[in-house]
């Protein structure tokens, strides 16, 4: 069974950092691409950034591009989402996802498996 487990959320102020991580179990994790997306209050889900099966070749949203760094440690099955110079509009229930085809290329589109996700709010 697959399980995905979203953490390091949080509260922080325009200009801070943020670092979540999401542990990945019941699965081969290191043949499928791996993504994050959000979801901000009255809004519909969005692509933030994806990651190929070997670390390579991430794929990230405009509005996150520069700013944030996906990357996965495939030994400990864990996905990460380094967030920097956060801004008030990234405010959000961030969720890792699994994509459903292995060894698919990063892309906005595809996944198949969700965690539960994890809150994230930047203050002005």
């Known amino acids: 069974q697959v399980q995905l487990v979203e953490s390091g959320g949080g509260l922080v102020q325009t200009g801070g950092s943020l670092t979540l991580s999401c542990a990945a179990s019941?699965?081969?994790?290191?043949?499928?691409?791996m993504g994050w997306f959000r979801q901000a209050p009255g809004k519909e889900r969005e692509f933030v950034a994806a990651i190929s099966r070997s670390g390579g070749s991430p794929v990230y949203a405009d509005s996150v591009a520069g700013r944030f760094t996906i990357s996965r440690d495939n030994a400990k099955n864990t996905v990460y989402l380094q967030m920097n110079s956060l801004k008030p509009e990234d405010t959000a229930v961030y969720y890792c996802?699994?994509?459903?085809?292995?060894?698919?290329?990063?892309?906005?589109?595809?996944?198949?498996?969700w965690g539960q996700g994890t809150q994230v709010t930047v203050s002005s």
């Open positions: 019941g699965y081969t994790f290191s043949i499928y691409t």
């Open positions: 996802a699994k994509h459903q085809f292995p060894r698919a290329s990063p892309s906005r589109v595809g996944y198949a498996e």
